[in-house]
């Protein structure tokens, strides 16, 4: 290619910054293979260049500014649109995950629903519709959190971050790339034993602290590398322990409930509603205090998540190169994440039995009500007790166990100017999920306030063990077996040629992902007192108290803990799954499989590069799930569906295949307007696909609040036409500015409707005829028999989405003074032809974020700030079937310290979350209707490294 000796340049300091896991301080040594943004059998012409980068004799590579410097010039030599971070940038700025270091890239935004990030849109666009890939494959990933949605987004939290060495995120596809992304790419290399010293061995141990758990967790991880004199074998291993106390404590709103009408002499009102039901709301309505539309909270909860992560893994490379004609690897992956968790919800009902509501304070403008009273009588030691007030206290202790275990190999010939290479591999990721629910009752009155959370009126009763008891609902436990595999091969071939075209590759590859679950609920789980279940004195959420809430919200009775609610559940009495409702909606499989072939040519002259392909995609997908008939969802006399249901033809655990043909051009370039000024350009057009379950016939609820998610199997890809060009000045050492614009015009954007469908409550045997089934009824909800009318939302074909927006990004070293500074600021602006709840905004796009992260180091010190803000955004809801909430602007301080103490040893001190930011949702687009508002803590690093 007609850019070699920038490229050589930088083909030698980028191998070289695959030992930045080691800390990047080691002796100078002469550089190895550089890893490209694809596996081993696609890297071309840089390969070709290998043997006269040897030549070029050492090259020291130390520091935050080498790091910098590296990820620059990926970034400069990059024919498409790219941004690079390499190790040293993970371990020098303040991260806890790959995530996290991935903030600092320009049009990067995260998702803090759990502390941990786990969700990461690039220029605006949803997680689930960006791809990441490990050493250019993909890597399964099983469920974690019972209740949650899957999403094809990648769960960075669950990948160390020591076993990389380097990520590109590729904002503009090349045809030679795996399609499947909207908003870009995320590759991510690990490091290979080939590329650093023999017997090389690097580790840190440390502990974690979260000042609103106030405990300390270990973590610890050691790499080492050998490889032979000869350089034609070696084998790395990457091994980590890593524990984490996680806390989430706020405020949830279970919806709104709308005043209504009472019955007059001249109207016939609205029944059930309030007003309708309530005579003192029918008074306020009548005199004009409130109107009908006037609503105030359903239901107010205190939340309290509690989780003890414990993630053990290990990484093994073993690199075989013979000769200069041929290189393989062989990557071998294992790890486990222990997830046990418990979400303890106490939430007093205001929208619920309106006979108990006595006061209603006067609503805002936005006709929100803000607080209110209502009475009730609490039951002693009884675990059957009427009152018209009714707060409940759901204890959901998760058993969540991933094991995630994957296999690749990939290798290329070269030939003389022409490579031959291919990539095959498989990984798995598996996990028995399973939920032990007790949801304990008290029958006392209480006042409420949004921004106070609640207050019981009777605090002697409220603070005594024996009021709380089951309320004829004895619990459950749900098995949820969730299994992930991914299957792939790939081949590739390139040929070089002199002249403008310089390049031509040709490939084909199949990828196949399956994804299944299933749901066992077992009853039979008697009756207990609080007492009785294991009575775990007052709480004391201090977090929850940081954001406002005050009285009962923070300090109320609470069980004794996970431990406590299995023990109660599983040891006192048989259980039976005698209900096949939850069975059958929640059980599928789903099986996508890519076939793909491309062709792309690469050009350039002395000013300009680039290349232009195509690739051919065929995407079948093959969806099993059941089908009931109307029939088989009738209870019998004791409130259970029966299991022995006769499906008829076209019922039952039934397949739907759909298959899809996409042509996906794609054009980059680049134009040096002088040796530091770079003009990028390029069009394309993408395709990417919904989760995997809302391609599966299913349907899962939450059966006392009447919502629920469906899947569609006949949903098609999302596709966009794609325009994105960027200028980049490179003024000096670890230094650029660059500006770049985005346009996505997506044709098919996969919307989520919610409308209303009956549907036989897979609880109602439990639920009916006790007080929840009974509300349900009496409320108009429900029937007798159980069907309910639930709100549903699924996926449905045929919207339209614009994304278009810009971003400026900032980096210099200020001389030689130690302190430089990143910063990077992106707008981007979206627009869905489906509004939700009054506002056409898309899925997790923010019109505005920025970043702001200076740093020092000299001689032994360094640290680095890191500031990162982004504006509203639309986001999922609290439970299965809520529906979308619009999340607040989040802002985040982190920190990082270290000190070297000699060439070996090092320590540093990591401060996150130093603002203690509270994430907040809304009902809809505006701030009137607070939805949910929470608070994960600080969180403290310190840890000891060492490398030889």
């Known amino acids: 290619m007609s850019h070699r000796k920038t490229l050589l340049a930088a083909s030698i300091v980028t191998g070289l910054c695959f030992a930045g896991t080691l800390y990047a301080q080691d002796n100078a040594q002469t550089t190895s293979t550089p890893t490209s943004a694809v596996p081993a059998n696609q890297q071309t012409e840089q390969q070709a260049e290998k043997a006269n980068a040897k030549q070029l004799g050492t090259v020291t590579v130390v520091g935050i500014r080498a790091s910098l410097q590296q990820s620059m010039d990926t970034k400069r030599n990059a024919d498409a649109i790219v941004d690079a971070i390499t190790a040293t940038d993970i371990g020098k700025f303040p991260a806890t995950n790959v995530a996290e270091a991935l903030a600092q890239v320009p049009g990067v935004t995260l998702d803090h629903l759990f502390g941990a990030t786990q969700r990461v849109s690039i220029d605006g666009i949803d997680p689930s519709l960006n791809l990441s890939y490990l050493d250019g494959h993909p890597v399964a990933q099983a469920l974690w959190l019972y209740g949650d949605s899957p999403n094809r987004g990648f769960n960075y939290s669950l990948l160390p971050a020591e076993i990389l060495g380097q990520l590109e995120i590729y904002k503009t596809p090349e045809a030679r790339l795996p399609e499947g992304s909207l908003g870009g790419t995320v590759f991510m290399h690990t490091v290979q034993p080939l590329d650093v010293a023999a017997n090389t061995l690097s580790g840190s141990f440390g502990t974690n602290y979260n000042d609103m758990t106030d405990k300390n967790r270990p973590n610890g991880s050691v790499f080492y590398s050998w490889h032979n004199a000869s350089k034609t074998f070696g084998v790395d291993v990457s091994m ?19 005043i209504g009408a009472p019955k007059t002499a001249t109207s016939a009102g609205i029944p059930g509603s309030p007003a309708f039901v309530n005579p003192y709301i029918g008074g306020l309505v009548t005199s004009g205090v409130l109107k009908p539309t006037d609503v105030f909270p359903t239901e107010i909860n205190s939340a309290n998540f509690e989780q ?154 409220a603070n005594n063990p024996n009021y709380w008891a089951d309320n004829d609902f004895g619990g459950n436990i749900g098995y949820k077996p969730y299994h992930a595999r991914d299957t792939y091969a790939q081949v590739d071939f390139s040929k070089d040629f002199d002249g403008f075209v310089n390049e031509l590759l040709v490939g084909a590859r199949y990828a196949s992902h399956w994804e299944s679950q299933s749901l066992l609920i077992y009853r039979g789980v008697p009756n207990m007192t609080l007492n009785q279940i294991g009575y775990g004195g007052l709480s004391n959420l201090q977090g929850a108290s940081s954001i406002g809430l005050s009285g009962s919200s923070i300090s109320h009775v609470q069980t004794c803990g996970y431990t406590c609610i299995f023990n109660a559940v599983l040891n006192n009495g048989p259980l039976t799954a005698n209900d096949p409702v939850d069975y059958w909606d929640n059980t599928f499989n789903v099986q996508q499989q890519n076939t793909a072939v491309y062709g792309q040519a690469n050009f350039g002259t002395d000013n300009m590069h680039g290349n232009l392909g195509v690739r051919w995609v065929k995407t079948q997908t093959t969806s099993y799930g059941y089908y009931v008939p109307s029939s088989c969802q009738v209870a019998g006399a004791d409130g259970i569906v029966p299991w022995n249901c006769n499906f008829t033809a076209g019922t039952g655990y039934i397949g739907v295949q759909t298959t899809h043909y996409n042509f996906l051009p794609a054009f980059n370039i680049a134009y040096n307007l002088t040796p530091d000024l770079i003009l990028r350009g390029a069009a394309s057009e993408t395709v990417a696909y919904a989760p995997y379950n809302e391609l599966a016939p299913y349907f899962e609820a939450n059966d006392t609040v009447l919502t629920a998610t469906a899947g569609n199997p006949n949903i098609k890809p999302y596709r966009s036409v794609n325009f994105d060009t960027s200028l980049e000045y490179y003024f000096n050492n670890q230094s650029v500015v660059s500006l770049s614009g985005f346009y996505k015009n997506v044709l098919n954007y996969v919307t989520q409707e919610t409308t209303p469908q009956t549907h036989e409550n897979g609880s109602w045997g439990t639920l009916y005829p006790g007080p929840t089934g009974t509300q349900l009824v009496t409320n108009g909800m429900c029937n007798t028999a159980g069907q309910c009318t639930y709100q549903v939302t699924a996926p449905v074909n045929g919207g339209r989405a614009k994304v278009k927006g810009a971003a400026i990004s900032y980096q210099q070293a200020f001389g030689d003074s130690g302190f430089g500074l990143r910063a990077n600021y ?123």
């Not at 980590?240 to 709308?258: K, L, V």
């Not at 399973?434 to 008290?442: C, D, H, L, R, T």
């Open 308 to 461: 003890i992560e414990k993630r053990n893994s290990i990484f093994v490379n073993l690199q075989y190169k013979p000769n200069e004609h041929f290189d393989s690897t062989l990557s071998l992956m294992y790890m486990t994440d222990s997830l046990d968790n418990i979400n303890t919800s106490l939430y007093p009902i205001a929208g619920f039995n309106y006979a108990g509501i006595t006061s209603l304070g006067a609503p805002n403008a936005a006709g929100v009500i803000s607080n209110g009273i209502q009475s009730g009588t609490p039951c002693l030691q009884a675990t059957s007790c009427t009152s018209t007030a009714d707060t409940y206290e759901d204890n959901d202790a998760r058993a969540s166990y991933i094991r995630t275990k994957g296999i690749d190999w990939r290798g290329t010939y070269y030939g003389d100017g022409w490579r031959l290479g291919g990539q095959v591999g498989v990984s798995t990721s598996n996990n028995v999920i399973s939920q032990a629910f007790k949801e304990i009752y008290y029958g006392g009155g209480f006042a409420w306030s949004i921004p106070n959370g609640f207050n019981f009126s009777n605090l002697s009763t």
């Open 826 to 948: 992106t707008y981007s602006d979206s627009r869905t032809v489906q509004t939700i709840q009054g506002a056409d905004w898309l899925p997790y796009n923010s019109k505005n974020s920025y970043t702001l992260a200076p740093y020092f180091e000299q001689g032994p010190y360094s640290a680095s700030i890191s500031y990162n803000y982004r504006s509203k955004y639309l986001a999922g809801g609290y439970v299965a079937g809520a529906t979308s909430a619009y999340t607040g602007s989040y802002k985040e301080l982190d920190a990082s310290v270290a000190y070297a103490i000699s060439k070996n040893f090092s320590l540093s001190f990591d401060m996150l979350n130093m603002l203690n930011s509270v994430y907040k949702q809304y009902d809809g687009p505006t701030n009137a209707e607070l939805l949910n508002e929470y608070v994960s803590g600080r969180e403290f690093m310190l840890e000891a490294h060492f490398k030889f």
């Open 240 to 258: 980590q322990h890593y524990e984490q106390d996680t806390s989430r404590e706020g405020q949830e709103i279970f919806g709104y409930t709308a």
